[in-house]
């Protein structure tokens, strides 16, 4: 496979320093407005275009500004959050409808797996625009890691 190409704001020069730390680098502080931004499914650079297409899939860039998504990849992370706070939401109702005698097992059924649905709805896209967001601002795409990876693999060590 060939390295990919780490972007501009994470080009490091041969003393580990950022090469590009410029003011569009320097936005890119966390700060829970460009956080909100994803929650919202906005782009985290400038809060109008949007960050997904469809229910989940992301935009390879924003259509207002242009900012480069492509190289961001939220993996599991959506995912796991998403059950976390459904997960918060359902359990407690799990033990109450348990616990009342009278309400029948199917409509507590019917009532945890609406409840569950519902939430999974609502929460996956924002949490999914939660990390892309947090992964812009960090830069933490992994790409460096996968680049590191291949120098060390194109130049052997003598043991």
């Known amino acids: ?3 990919t190409k780490l972007p501009a704001s994470r080009r490091l020069d041969r003393h580990g320093e950022n090469r590009h730390a410029d003011t569009a680098v320097a936005a890119r502080q966390f700060s ?42 939220a993996d599991d992370g959506p995912a796991w959050l998403t059950l976390l706070v459904v997960g918060h939401a359902v359990v407690p109702l799990m033990i ?23 939430g999974v709805y609502f929460v996956l896209p924002r949490a999914k625009g939660a990390f892309i967001a947090l992964i812009w601002m960090t830069g933490a795409t992994g790409q460096d890691m996968f680049v590191a990876d291949q120098d060390s693999a194109d130049k052997p060590s003598d043991r």
């Open 1 to 3: 496979m060939k390295p």
């Open 96 to 118: 109450m409808l348990g616990r009342d005698a009278t309400i029948s097992p199917w409509l507590a059924i019917a009532i945890l797996a609406l409840v569950t649905l519902v």
């Open 32 to 73: 829970f407005a460009l956080l909100w931004r994803g929650i919202l499914k906005h782009c985290p650079q400038c809060g109008v275009g949007p960050l997904l297409t469809g229910y989940l899939k992301p935009q390879p860039c924003c259509s207002h500004c242009g900012e480069d998504f492509s190289h961001i990849s």
